[in-house]
């Protein structure tokens, strides 16, 4: 079982540069969002979607955009990197997002942005 | 302004001895609780929750429990076990609320000595 799929694990980026975290889930769930986690921070949500088609803003959306195509893919993209987006970035999908759900993370993708 | 506090960075406790996580939050509007439990490289899975119209919810070694006069919540794990050294994050979610609304503490790391 696939679940929440997450590439790359580690990157190492130079500030300004442009890159895209990929997220993929094959358990057909609606709601996909995205996350960081940054050293005694907990986990804040940057974006999320309630199915393909549609996006909105978390707590910390601000460098950072979202689309969702397809209801498997979510990918964030960081359109110019700076230092104060180093951190570990979770994807999460539940089935409607709605209602008393549990999330389900993929493994995390390590950034680092000197 | 946080609204969920795990004010324990850390807990170490002994093989076989009872580990207890709190949690205590000061939104009065959250009325669902979550665990989530962390590996290292790898994403938090869901533990266990309670409802705010229980005061406590049991699922084998792990028990949480809710005291709402207090807005305070633990969980319980009976007897600890290596296997259980994580980081364990505490969410809460508002009345009506969907899992965009989640609201996670700092996180506990747990570390279970054999």
């Known amino acids: 079982n696939a679940g929440v799929t997450q590439t790359p694990k580690f990157q190492v980026l130079k500030t300004g540069q442009s890159m895209t975290l990929q997220c993929a889930q094959d358990m057909n769930h609606e709601y996909m969002s995205w996350y960081r986690q940054d050293p005694g921070m907990g986990l804040r949500l940057i974006h999320y979607s309630v199915g393909a088609g549609i996006t909105d803003q978390g707590e910390v959306p601000n460098g950072y955009n979202v689309s969702r195509s397809t209801t498997e893919d979510f990918p964030l993209r960081l359109l110019s990197a700076a230092p104060s987006q180093t951190s570990v970035y979770f994807c999460?999908?539940?089935?409607?997002?709605?209602?008393?759900?549990?999330?389900?993370f993929g493994s995390g993708t390590q950034l680092s942005v000197l | 302004d946080q609204q969920v506090k795990q004010n324990s960075p850390s807990l170490s406790v002994q093989e076989g001895r009872i580990s207890i996580l709190n949690c205590d939050y000061t939104?009065?509007?959250?009325?669902?609780f979550l665990w989530y439990k962390k590996y290292p490289a790898e994403g938090p899975t869901f533990l266990i929750s309670?409802?705010?119209?229980?005061d406590k919810n049991e699922d084998g070694r792990f028990t949480v429990f809710l005291n709402k006069s207090a807005k305070h919540l633990s969980l319980h794990i009976v007897p600890s076990q290596p296997g259980d050294s994580a980081v364990y994050f505490c969410a809460a979610s508002p009345s009506g609320g969907s899992n965009y609304k989640l609201t996670f503490g700092k996180g506990t790391l747990l570390t279970v000595n054999p």
């Open positions: 939104n009065s509007m959250f009325d669902y």
């Open positions: 999460a999908s539940s089935y409607s997002g709605r209602g008393r759900e549990k999330l389900f």
């Open positions: 309670i409802s705010s119209i229980k």
